[in-house]
């Protein structure tokens, strides 16, 4: 039998290797003369929150996997049985053949847990941002977003051709000072998050929905970091949020009014033209969304732990999973990082340009699968790494 082999039709020039590599090079060496380059470490990931990083076990406490879920042995159980019943892959896009009726279940699930009348599943919560956006406002429309929003929502609003707009962080006054002045006919669409990925705050949703129904806009919030975990009022018109934080698998929703995420099917092109989730990853995820509504004591045991380590090291009480150690420099970051993980416990820097200059920074993440000693224990070790002033602030 003939061996198929890939022929190259033209040969690469080698002084263009050579070129790209050195643009390249001087690009990483920038980074790195600033300690923002960034790099890949195999990771192993296990039960409790347990990892091993380039052969060296720690405890992770930077994980978005705040119930502890995606090692959870229904839904990788779950996760097992999809992939035998309906194959490792969707085959297609939804709106060919990859529309697996386990698309619908999940959706279905959502909705009725965010009260909305419809839902809509895509590949990530990036790409669900990026579909629904343009399908809301266009060029002769004005988004109005809070400054730290998500990079997702920023290159959403910047892909829909409207105009946008800052306010400062959690500032309803400024929210409004940029409503006003609105465009003469067009849509106005206000965007923020839910619970603030690095700073683990959570927005004014009530006030900010009082502004939209002066000023006639819409509002959609990002609950990527609050969904299965914070309960909070949600009065938005569309909410988006992932499947791979709380939920533990991987993938992303848009909810909201029924005509509006059936318009999605043919104007999100981030759903039209990606292929489907595969069934093994949708099964995973209707066996998690499913505890997430059935077990209300996932959430509450979390929340005591992040409490816990709060109180440890007298810091405010969280409004979240989230709780920010601000160093300000990068390099200090990296250092304090490097120190806790000598200690056994995982806790990655944050960097520019993923939060501010200057606001360099650990983000300590909670899961309920986290024993409550091992919470304590970070807390110890922090007390001995962290610069003499940053627990004094």
Same mark, same amino acid.
């Given at each position: ?29 920038k ?7 960034r ?25 978005? &996997? ?10 990788? !159980?779950?996760?097992? /049985? #999809? *992939?035998?019943?309906? =194959? $490792? ?15 619908h ?10 009260g ?20 809301l406002?266009? &060029? ?7 400054e730290?929003?998500? !990079?997702?929502?920023? /290159? #959403? *609003?910047?892909?829909? =051709? $409207? ?13 409004r ?42 509002m ?15 009065? $938005?018109?569309i ?13 992303g ?13 043919s ?24 505890i ?15 409490t ?24 200090v ?40 000693d091992?919470?304590?224990a970070?807390?110890?070790s ?12």
């Open positions: 039998m003939p061996t198929f082999r890939f022929k190259q039709s033209r040969p690469v020039i080698s002084s263009q290797i050579d070129e790209l590599n050195a643009f390249a090079q001087a690009k990483l060496d980074l790195a003369a600033k300690d923002l380059k790099g890949l470490v195999p990771t192993t990931r296990g039960v409790g929150c347990s990892v091993v990083r380039d052969g060296e076990a720690a405890i992770s406490f930077c994980d978005n &996997d705040y119930l502890g879920l995606s090692q959870n042995p229904r839904v990788v !159980a779950a996760a097992g /049985a #999809a *992939a035998i019943r309906h =194959g $490792a892959g969707a085959g297609a896009s939804r709106l060919v053949s990859g529309d697996s009726p386990l698309n279940e999940l959706e279905s699930m959502i909705a009725q847990i965010k909305t009348e419809a839902c809509r599943v895509f590949g990530s919560g990036y790409m669900a941002n990026l579909g629904a956006v343009p399908c406002v266009g &060029d002769k429309d004005l988004i109005v977003m809070d730290l929003s998500h !990079a997702c929502m920023r /290159a #959403a *609003a910047q892909l829909s =051709g $409207a105009e946008v707009r800052m306010f400062r962080h959690n500032d309803v006054a400024d929210a000072a940029q409503l006003a002045n609105g465009p003469e006919h067009g849509r106005i669409l206000l965007m923020t998050e839910t619970v603030f990925s690095m700073d683990g705050d959570l927005a004014p949703l009530q006030e900010l929905q009082a502004l939209c129904e002066k000023f006639g806009a819409w959609m919030t990002d609950d990527a970091h609050g969904f299965g975990v914070i309960k909070q009022e949600n009065p $938005a018109l909410q988006m949020g992932t499947l791979s934080k709380a939920v533990g698998v991987y993938g929703y848009v909810c909201g009014p029924a005509a509006f995420v059936e318009l999605m099917i104007r999100a092109r981030t759903l039209v033209f990606t292929t489907g989730l595969p069934p093994q990853v949708l099964g995973a995820a209707v066996e998690a969304v499913s997430i509504r059935d077990d209300t004591q996932l959430a509450k045991d979390v929340m005591s732990k992040t816990a380590f709060t109180n440890a090291l007298g810091l405010p009480k969280p409004s979240s999973t989230i709780v920010p150690i601000l160093l300000g420099e990068a390099s970051a990296l250092d304090v990082q490097a120190k806790l993980l000598e200690d056994g416990f995982h806790v990655s820097a944050i960097r520019p340009p993923t939060v501010p200059e200057g606001s360099s920074r650990l983000r300590v993440a909670f899961s309920a699968a986290h024993e409550l091992d919470v304590l970070l807390a110890e922090l007390k001995k790494h962290l610069p003499k002033d940053v627990l004094e602030k």
